[in-house]
């Protein structure tokens, strides 16, 4: 197949967008969070290397989780684990902005962090299970250039 048939493939195009519109999320929340810490927050640099690691050895385990609900209990419906892990992470987010105490923020971007990459675990599943393992790797291609794209375009 070309590039272009691999394109057209509907798993292919549809985790393209879903794991664009998600590292969105996850690289801004990446770039952000660093400076709110320490601007918003008030949180020393000597501090912001603990505070700022939370959410992603959280982040760790969440990938490995969600690949692992994406391909064990949800096998035959994985949009059901991701549709519910972005919803959970967007009310996470909102509520690291919010948070009132700094042990709070803590909390719930260590909880956000799990979500946004359980979200990617759950994302590499989609194509992978749907496609012929022909062309797995030039689909898996595609759809981690979406990511890249997202990672460039959220700062």
Known sequence: MTFWEVLRQEPVWKSFFILFFSNITAWGFQSWLPTYLVRARGISLGQLGFAASLPFFAGTVGWALGGWVSDHPFKHNRKI?????????????????????????????????????????????????????????????????????????SP
């Open 81 to 153: 684990p991701l549709i519910a892990a972005q919803w959970i992470t967007a009310v996470l987010l909102y509520k690291t902005y919010t948070a009132g105490t700094i042990h709070a923020l803590l909390w719930w971007e260590t909880a956000a962090g799990f979500t946004l990459f359980f979200n990617n675990g759950v994302v590499f599943g989609l194509p992978v299970s749907a496609i012929s393992k022909e062309i797995t790797g030039r689909a898996m291609g595609i759809v981690n250039t979406a990511g890249q794209c997202a990672g460039f375009l």
